[in-house]
T-cell receptor
Framework: NAGVTQTPKFQVLKTGQSMTLQCAQD?????MSWYRQDPGMGLRLIHY???????DQGEVPNGYNVSRSTTEDFPLRLLSAAPSQTSVYFC???????????FGPGTRLTVT | AQKITQTQPGMFVQEKEAVTLDCTYD???????LFWYKQPSSGEMIFLIY??????QNATEGRYSLNFQKARKSANLVISASQLGDSAMYFC????????????FGTGTSLTVIP
């Protein structure tokens, strides 16, 4: 049981490049979410999903796309990276009727 | 709009002493959940404790307790008998609904435990 895994751990992009941050969980959790953490600002919700095929926007969705084709995976896509997207990204999951979220180890992204 | 406020950027506590980390929240929802997470220097987010808005009693988990004052909209975390391993960032968070899909985090409090 690996919990929530994220790849890569570190990534450097140039402005305008695209990439996908991967998130997977093996706990059969319905709910998955993506957050970004910036210095002095805490975590902010980007997108979330309550099950395969169902996604919705969080507090800061602009510049990010998500899809949920399986229960296990919830990738986050940056279509055209901007320096403002430099941040640490966390993926999390929880069971439908549970309040405890399990977080992945995070991906540190730098956009130059 | 939902908002979480943590007004203590940094706190110091002597080992074995108790410490209170402040958290106030703003919401017009009748049902919500309140959470505390710990983030050590290694970066992972660790769930500590949860309180539902209709829970009458304050939540406790080992050395952690949540001092829930609904009328004041506060959800302070109390850590008893501080240990060196408690040095970390602590985040207060709120969900819309008890297990809601929208979560809001505060800016965090850095706790340093002094031997």
């Amino acid at each position: 049981n690996a919990g929530v895994t994220q790849t890569p751990k570190f990534q450097v992009l140039k402005t305008g490049q695209s990439m996908t941050l991967q998130c997977a969980q093996d706990m059969n959790h319905e709910y998955m979410s993506w957050y970004r953490q910036d210095p002095g600002m805490g975590l902010r919700l980007i997108h979330y999903s309550v099950g395969a095929g169902i996604t919705d926007q969080g507090e800061v969705p602009n510049g990010y796309n998500v899809s949920r084709s399986t229960t296990e995976d919830f990738p986050l896509r940056l279509l055209s990276a901007a320096p403002s997207q430099t941040s640490v990204y966390f993926c999390a999951s929880r069971g439908q009727s549970s309040y405890e979220q399990y977080f992945g180890p995070g991906t540190r992204l730098t956009v130059t | 709009a939902q908002k979480i406020t943590q007004t203590q950027p940094g706190m110091f506590v002597q080992e074995k002493e108790a410490v209170t980390l402040d958290c106030t929240y703003d919401t017009s929802d009748p049902s919500y959940g309140l959470f505390w997470y710990k983030q050590p220097s290694s970066g992972e987010m660790i769930f500590l404790i949860y309180q539902g808005s209709y829970d009458q009693q304050n939540a406790t988990e080992g050395r952690y307790s949540l001092n829930f004052q609904k009328a004041r909209k506060s959800a302070n975390l109390v850590i008893s008998a501080s240990q060196l391993g408690d040095s970390a960032m602590y985040f207060c968070a709120m969900s819309r609904g008890f297990t809601g899909n929208q979560f809001y985090f505060g800016t965090g409090t850095s706790l340093t435990v002094i031997p």
